[in-house]
T-cell receptor, first 113, second 116 residues
Framework: AQSVSQHNHHVILSEAASLELGCNYS??????LFWYVQYPGQHLQLLLKYFSGDPLVKGIKGFEAEFIKSKFSFNLRKPSVQWSDTAEYFC???????????FGKGTRLHILP | SQTIHQWPATLVQPVGSPLSLECTVEGTSNPNLYWYRQAAGRGLQLLFY??????ISSEVPQNLSASRPQDRQFILSSKKLLLSDSGFYLC???????????????FGPGTRLTVL
């Protein structure tokens, strides 16, 4: 069955540190990929997405992710995190032209001021 | 612009009682609608989705059911709640893949359900 694996369940960093959250999916066909973020007390919202084209995708708040098809990966990166990045991050994918999105279990990111 | 509403925001119910959570979407027609349950450390589990009125797909066999009586209304129900039904329930919508393959999902504020 198709699935998404997020390698880190809980990450603690200091402000200005660099961030990389790992995400791997299991499906051999064409995929659409997403990172969602849930800030404390707020709705789940889209951080960035990949549908086609340039595999390096830039999202809001300085985040980016790179789709590496050969590795079935879509890791999230930010060169310098801020305290306001404290949130839970979810990687997700769907098979191209499908209606369902499959989510990972999430990574809780805690940034120390 | 499109908005999605869920109510109630929080709910405390005894075991064995019925459940009805409601989700409505404004500003779009014929959306896909989804119900998820979010549990700590377990991510988002897709429970049901619907591509049209009266069309419900169940992803996980369980104590819950869903209905779509109107185009932009999605209801999650149970006849008898279990302790294990406690959790955070999220409704989401997207455009149909038939309209656009660029169909990301948009989420509502969620309902926190506690079964005692």
């Amino acid at each position: 069955a198709q699935s998404v694996s997020q390698h880190n369940h809980h990450v603690i960093l200091s402000e200005a540190a660099s961030l990389e959250l790992g995400c791997n999916y299991s499906y051999g066909g064409t995929v659409n990929l997403f990172w969602y973020v849930q800030y404390p007390g707020q709705h789940l919202q889209l951080l960035l997405k990949y549908f086609s084209g340039d595999p390096l995708v830039k999202g809001i708040k300085g985040f980016e992710a790179e789709f590496i098809k050969s590795k079935f990966s879509f890791n999230l990166r930010k060169p310098s995190v801020q305290w306001s990045d404290t949130a839970e991050y979810f990687c997700a994918f769907k098979m191209n032209r499908d209606d369902k999105i499959i989510f990972g279990k999430g990574t809780r990111l805690h940034i120390l001021p | 612009s499109q908005t999605i509403h869920q109510w109630p925001a929080t709910l405390v119910q005894p075991v064995g009682s019925p459940l009805s959570l409601e989700c409505t979407v404004e500003g779009t027609s014929n959306p896909n609608l989804y119900w998820y349950r979010q549990a700590a450390g377990r991510g988002l589990q897709l429970l049901f989705y619907s591509v049209g009125i009266g069309q419900i797909s169940s992803e996980v066999p369980q104590n819950l059911s869903a209905s779509r009586p109107q185009d932009r209304q999605f209801i999650l129900s149970s006849k008898k709640l279990l302790l294990s039904d406690s959790g955070f329930y999220l409704c989401a919508w997207s455009v149909s893949v038939g309209v656009s393959s660029y169909n990301e999902q948009f989420f509502g504020p969620g309902t926190r359900l506690t079964v005692l």
